[in-house]
């Protein structure tokens, strides 16, 4: 069974701050991790994935197989970074096709001027 | 190009009747999934389309649920005699093939059953 975590609800920071939203995962094979994210009144989009190593609106995230994890962070939060952010597993069913996602619960990212 | 797709936007109805949601995923995508975004249980799948077939139907949650896809484009899914932990928004996406792909989704249907 596939499962992914984020332990934070809610996460407030001030505008210049570093931000890190934790995400772990619990998967046994070779998994594909994104982050999307939903901006207010906006559709569920795509920020990252691991398989693309970008860096997207400052955004980055490293997958670490050891501690099953896959953080998104960035170094100065903006105010326009406020929104709910997924993290979300692609992985094999018994049948090995890799489709659907498993989402977390999702992080509610709050950014103060 | 045109997104993701659907409608209604809103659909509020009462307990035990049927309700219809339409999805129009981005031309040539051949892969389509359903979710539902609720209160507390987060973004859950609920099934999958590849073509027209529907290899996972593992994620509908009760046999009041059902989906079909016609002619690899537009996708149903159909709620029969509602209640009211169905009220949900109800989220369609696509993506070209379906493996490990970047999934893209529509704005989604507000379902309450009242």
């Known amino acids: 069974a596939q499962r992914v975590t984020q332990p934070e609800k809610l996460l407030s920071v001030f505008k210049g701050a570093p931000v890190e939203l934790k995400c772990n995962y619990s998967y046994s094979g070779s998994p594909e991790l994104f982050w999307y994210v939903q901006y207010s009144r906006q559709r569920l989009q795509l920020l990252l994935r691991?398989?693309s190593r970008e860096s997207i609106k400052g955004f980055t995230a490293d997958l670490n197989k050891g501690e099953t994890s896959f953080h998104l962070k960035k170094p100065f939060a903006q105010e326009e970074d406020s929104a709910m952010y997924y993290c979300a597993l692609s992985g094999e069913n018994s049948g090995g096709s890799n489709y659907k996602l498993t989402f977390g619960k999702g992080t509610l990212l709050t950014v103060n001027p | 190009g045109a997104g993701v797709s659907q409608s209604p936007s809103n659909k509020v109805t009462e307990k035990g009747k049927d309700v219809e949601l339409r999805c129009d995923p981005i031309?040539?995508?051949?892969?389509l999934y359903w979710y539902r975004q609720s209160l507390g249980q987060g973004l859950e799948f609920l099934i999958y389309f590849q073509g027209n077939s529907a290899p996972d139907k593992s994620g509908l949650p009760s046999d009041r649920f059902s989906a079909e896809r016609t002619g690899g484009s537009v996708s149903t899914l159909t709620i029969q005699r509602t209640q009211q932990e169905d009220s949900a928004v109800y989220l369609c996406?696509?993506?070209?093939?379906?493996?490990?792909?970047?999934?893209?989704f529509g704005p989604g249907t507000r379902l309450l059953v009242l």
């Open positions: 996406a696509s993506s070209l093939w379906g493996l490990q792909e970047t999934q893209y």
């Open positions: 691991h398989i």
């Open positions: 031309s040539g995508h051949t892969a």
